[in-house]
């Protein structure tokens, strides 16, 4: 059963675990500091398919299976799909999902979906309207890159603040069990919009919604950021998280090293030529569904605040002049069911 | 509290309220048959704006703010806004309620919108994860013309199958009250594609979905279509609703007249020249949030059955040659909060 706690969190009472997950990457990916964690590393950008959008749908399809073993569960076990993507009409989940005979809920939530979906996935389990969900979402570099910058073929020129789209999928797979990681509590984020427009420095766009969100769930939980060991955003890149670090000194909220960003931990970024970093809805999601839950599971991590961050706008809307709102929400995920 | 019946729907127990609606569209659709239902009709397509993008994004904040005016209430009682729409990267919505300050969840269902976002914000009213929530969607012709067809200069010639889509947005505010609407169960429905590839016989691609999620409805909770006043489906149009009434009929459910679709509802076929009907996501959300809301609160509908549809292709997964994958939510909206 779930308890509102301030004007933004949910407490999930019954904690929800997350009974799978898995994660599938591609290649660059597969080469990054985090190799050793992915479920599966595919060389072909194209996954054997003949375009990088149906190539993306299939990575998602081959997460959510993979979860599912991982499980143990069959998929008529799952009573809902929570699942989105950044392409055009979410391609990538709608296509993915397409013969898999499961309910399933849309979602569009840019970078921020594997939070997103997660968030409803397990308030889904907490409050009984599901036994058990799943929350899932991608990126692929050459569907984003083409989509929202250029064709692959022109090679553009990328500033330092650009960051590198992941090829990556993840799944979690919620359910109640004995064993976590447990899922605690939700917060679900605003849109902020600060006046960024550049589309080339995407993660000072989205530190803002960062940082609220997590003053957000620490305002309303009173919880300590030094409790956590580990705070880690979705996809700032090194420009976002310079500024979520000095966004909350601003606001007297110091954390004590504790904070990763997912961009940063999937690619050795001077080695890895990627610029400020990782982005995408497949950089939060293969992050968290391989290294994050991975450590909470060995026991490496024990507290940990997931807040995965989106950009709201299109390639239109920014040729029509708008500035980039964006959205972060926040899961709290921790290797006990009570108390820090 | 929700209750699982069946495989696929939840009964919510403590039958939440639609304490307030509101429905904003355009001109043209202002000259339809439910002109004296809406509660704004613009006559100007850009609704003040300098884009028609602009102008989807102000019509939802529009239809937002009168569902909140009628439901009497500040938008600080909202947990949470659940929005989507068709444009790419959802920017109706993610522009419509970036200065909200409301806690806020993007969603994409294409045309099935109204009713996803309906199912999730009285989910979590029911079940304690929210006190109050909002959905809301829209459409606009002039934006989705442009993205999914030809641009409105060029005057394509359109086949008798095609639909019109809908300028036009609604809103429903989502609580406990003694008062109905009340929203009594939901049943999410699964993505099915039955090999439809052409975009201008989007009815055809739907009607499968529509009568799928229906029948899973009817299985769950063992009710009789008759027992309803109307059985409304969101956009099929002509084409769609007679596919819709002959595959229920393979499955030996007969529908007792009572079959209704918003894109037939919505404008004069003949007089209006829109061939098969309305569709976009402000189709189904305007007749929903107008006549049929309106309905049920004058006493002139006591059960209805709202089934949204939606198709998930983009211009690019068709022109990759893929068919068109379709969804289907319904919700059971009643006078009553007990009984039929």
Tied chains: 1, 2.
């Excluded at 058990?132 to 064709?151: D, G, I, K, L, W």
């Excluded at 004995?178 to 995407?202: H, Q």
């Excluded at 609220?212 to 705070?231: E, K, Q, R, S, V």
Aim: glycine share 10%.
């Amino acid at each position: 059963m779930p308890t509102r706690i301030g004007r933004y969190t949910i407490r999930l009472d019954s904690t929800p675990s997350v009974i799978g997950f898995a994660s599938v990457v591609g290649k660059k990916e597969g080469e990054g500091p985090l190799a050793d964690w992915f479920d599966l590393v595919e060389e072909d950008s194209l996954f054997g398919e003949k375009t990088w959008e149906k190539a993306e749908s299939r990575m998602q399809a081959m997460a959510f299976h993979l979860a599912l073993q991982k499980a143990n569960i069959s998929r008529d076990a799952i009573d809902l799909i929570f699942a989105g993507d950044l392409l055009n009409q979410c391609i990538g989940s709608g296509y993915g999902h397409r013969g898999s005979q499961i309910p399933f809920a849309g979602l569009f939530g840019a970078c921020s979906t594997m939070a997103e979906s997660l968030a409803l996935a397990a308030a889904f389990v907490d409050s009984g309207l599901a036994a058990t969900t799943a929350a899932v979402t991608s990126s692929h570099f050459c569907t984003a890159e083409r989509q929202f910058r250029y064709p692959l073929e022109y090679g553009g020129q990328r500033p330092p603040s650009a960051q590198w789209t992941v090829t990556g999928s993840g799944c979690t797979i919620i359910s109640h069990a004995e064993a976590g990681p447990f899922i605690r509590e939700i917060t679900f984020g605003m849109i902020n919009d600060l006046g960024i427009s550049d589309i080339n420095n995407m993660g000072a766009a989205m530190a803002p919604a960062a940082a609220d969100t997590l003053l957000n769930y620490l305002h309303d939980t009173g919880a300590n950021p030094a409790a956590f060991d580990m705070i880690v955003t979705g996809d700032l890149g090194q420009v976002g998280a310079e500024l979520f670090v000095s966004l909350l000194k601003k606001e007297n909220v110091l954390l004590p090293d504790n904070h990763r960003d997912c961009g940063m931990m999937i690619f050795d970024q001077l080695a890895q030529d990627v610029h400020s970093g990782g982005s995408g809805c497949g950089c939060s999601a293969s992050v968290l569904c391989s290294a994050i839950l991975g450590g909470v599971v060995k026991g490496s991590l024990k507290e940990v605040l997931f807040i995965a961050t989106g950009a709201l706008m299109s390639p239109l809307s920014v040729q029509q002049g708008e500035t980039i709102p964006s959205i972060a929400h926040l899961i709290h995920l921790s290797s006990k069911r009570e108390g820090q």
